[in-house]
């Protein structure tokens, strides 16, 4: 009978010990949540006529005519950051990152009960490129300017500065940016090709167009367009786009064609040539070398094997230099806490492409039952993957602050973001005009935290020492663009369903004893 009591008590002991276990572990961070926050972030984001059942509620309709003095309905899409310009090509790559996101972690999404919200992120964007693809070789650009713009500190409802908008055409051609935009609407057409099957055609049909129209004539778009060239000039030059298009085409149409012009352009395009750092709105190879070498896991491309390998080994390139197992001269470099740290302005959109990047890789080399191998030493899925969590952890707040730079998230995280809208009281609060300087001076100069807060926004972050400093004139570390968040998506939905396994796996084993 003792021995009956000792061993129930024991039994109640290891219970509690597990249960606290998984609690601990479990709280530490809690990565569904960081989904959810992270998809109203794009809410925040939405030009145009908000939808019934809009969430963000501080926000109100903006933009509503766009394109009207050139003759073409421009209403929609997204601002990408702070400001209220419509820029087409980090756009269009938040919409790649999106899809890609739910492509490879669709049922972790909808898991985590997000997977409705995804798609309607994803669905904003697309539908607004479906309008700013008026013919097959003309794509709008973009809608106001960036001088402009920065003149005034206002609401998006109150709006007073150009609306102009710009095009790309046969006469003042774009690879990049149709090349991109190719790309994100073949990505999305995978996205709702079971769920809308009528709008993934669709999507494809303007995909297959606008590549077409980006390899026909090949120039950059800063090159055709001046009013670009201060914010989001295409550094990369168009080769990537137009092969990572061709990629997310053949993905999206199993249409050889796509498959060889991967192939053939290998070389002359660079994408067996660059060996990157990072990946990025202007930078495509990694995230093409990667997406390259996932085919080798399926027989029917065996016959390119050769080319893909040199694909790989590029993309084991850029994962080295992220795990630091590069030479040293090749590494990305570390913060003394260990945050990846690539450059000065926006530096947080870079860990957040390389976490995104990482913890797909961890998955192929799982799949593939491989290690990555690097001048440094080889790591194996597991430690890749680790790797990919302490970038993540570290932005939610496993960090010498303890700050999160998911707006939002957690006891303490930025409350002066560089924005607008969310340093301004809401249109829905206050519906009287806030004129162009006004908002500087009643506003912008503020001490106060933002009277609305940018859930799910992630902030450009702290400098190359972890410091952070929490102004709203601090742009280049308090400003969040919508792609710094798109690629967190996938992988908070990731290590979310990772976290459900191991906490079914701990109950399991409770029950089992």
């Not at 680790?386 to 970038?391: D, G, R, V, Y």
Request: charged share 20%; with cysteine.
């Amino acid at each position: 009978m003792e021995e009956k009591k000792k061993k129930t008590q024991w039994h109640n002991l290891l219970l509690l010990l597990l249960t606290l276990n998984i609690f601990t572990t479990a709280g530490a961070f809690n990565y569904s949540d960081a989904l959810t926050k992270s998809l109203l972030y794009f809410e925040s984001q939405r030009s145009g006529r908000l939808p019934y059942n809009q969430r963000v509620t501080w926000r109100g309709h903006s933009g509503l005519t766009d394109g009207l003095e050139q003759g073409v309905d421009l209403v929609g899409g997204y601002y990408d950051a702070g400001d209220h310009v419509k820029f087409g090509l980090p756009m269009a790559f938040t919409v790649t990152m999106l899809s890609w996101s739910v492509i490879e972690y669709r049922q972790q999404i909808a898991a985590a009960g997000e997977l409705e919200h995804a798609m309607e992120a994803i669905k904003w964007g697309t539908d607004y490129f479906i309008k700013a693809h008026t013919s097959p070789n003309v794509l709008w650009a973009e809608v106001g300017d960036g001088d402009t713009d920065h003149y005034c500190w206002q609401r998006s409802e109150d709006m007073t500065t150009s609306r102009r908008a710009y095009k790309i055409d046969e006469k003042n051609p774009g690879s990049d940016l149709a090349g991109e935009s190719a790309a994100a609407m073949a990505a999305a057409a995978l996205v709702f090709k079971e769920s809308n099957p009528h709008y993934s055609h669709l999507l494809l049909h303007h995909a297959q167009q606008l590549f077409e129209f980006g390899d026909n004539y090949r120039e950059k778009y800063d090159g055709s367009l001046e009013v670009v060239k201060s914010y989001y000039a295409s550094v990369s030059g168009f080769k990537d786009e137009l092969l990572w298009a061709a990629l997310w085409l053949y993905k999206a149409t199993d249409n050889e064609e796509y498959l060889k012009y991967v192939i053939n352009k290998a070389n002359s395009f660079g994408g067996i040539g660059w060996a990157m750092t990072e990946f990025s709105w202007d930078v495509k190879f990694a995230g093409l070398q990667l997406l390259a070498s996932k085919l080798l896991l399926e027989e029917k491309h065996k016959k390119h094997s050769h080319i893909l390998e040199l694909y790989k080994s590029k993309a084991d390139y850029y994962m080295c230099s992220c795990l630091n197992k590069n030479t040293a001269a090749k590494n990305v470099e570390l913060t003394p806490a260990g945050l990846l740290y690539i450059r000065q302005w926006n530096n947080m959109q870079y860990v957040s492409a390389a976490s995104f990047l990482l913890t797909v890789y961890s998955d192929f080399l799982k799949t593939s039952n491989g290690n990555l191998n690097c001048h440094g030493g080889t790591a194996g899925h597991e430690e890749v993957l680790s790797f990919a969590k302490s970038q993540i952890d570290y932005i939610l707040g496993s960090n010498p602050l303890n700050m999160s730079y998911l707006v939002g998230y957690g006891p303490k995280y930025p409350q002066r973001v560089h924005h607008r809208g969310a340093s301004v009281e809401s249109y829905r609060e206050n519906k009287g005009f806030i004129g162009c300087t006004q908002g500087y001076d009643s506003w912008y100069a503020r001490e106060e935290p933002n009277p609305n807060v940018l859930v799910g926004a992630l902030v450009g972050g702290p400098d190359c020492k972890d410091n952070f400093v929490d102004r709203r004139d601090n742009y280049m570390q308090t400003e969040a663009c919508t792609y710094n968040t798109a690629p967190l998506v996938g992988v908070f939905a990731k290590f979310s369903d990772q976290e459900n396994m191991d906490q079914g796996q701990n109950l399991d084993f409770v029950a089992s004893y």
